[in-house]
């Protein structure tokens, strides 16, 4: 049984390295057609059914201004995804937008009210002279941590006069958690998140010109 145990562990790191190497990366890049409104896709989540397990995969998104067309290249993934989830607004209004399944260089939509034709794609390429949206050195220096998290969280980040936010979403798109200050004279700043569920949840940082999006994790 001891032996057996042995083959089969040998087997399955065979099996993972195989896979590991023999994946070709596949370039996603966005292509996002504002129309007559400014449109901020804060974040994304993808779907990739990648072996042994599917993965949900959150990346920073990125915006346009009204009249504009902008692109954005994201990191290489394993796969072209099945699908994903936008999360985006529209002149500041909150929403969200699931294309299922996600075909290559197909144009989408976006839900809107009274606004008109904002528009996004994906392609299977390499993008030249992209355009990414701007994080201020500052917020690069921004950490939350843990992470994953308990009932708590530590805020870093540098000495902020004109307001920092800090925004928690589901990955439904609800928004199940938010903080304000006037101002950071100095961090950590605390945060106490233990009424939030175990579970997988998008953050965003805000300052008046800049924001910064990731992942996070409540372990309990």
Known sequence: MKRFGHILI???AVLVALNSQGLALVDVAGVLEAGNTTVQIDS???YLVTSPFPVLESTPGWEAVAGSLDTFQFQQKSEWPQWCRLFYRLNGIPSQ???DPLVVDTWYELPSYNFQNPKVRFEDTVLVGIAQPEVKPGLKRMTLAPNPAGHF?????PAITGGLWLEIYDLAGNLVYEKHWQAVAHSPLRVDISLLSPGVYLTRVITPDSRKTGQLIILR
């Open 153 to 157: 969280l530590l805020l870093n980040c």
């Open 97 to 99: 937008f699931t294309i």
């Open 10 to 12: 040998l087997t399955l």
């Open 44 to 46: 994304i989540i993808w």
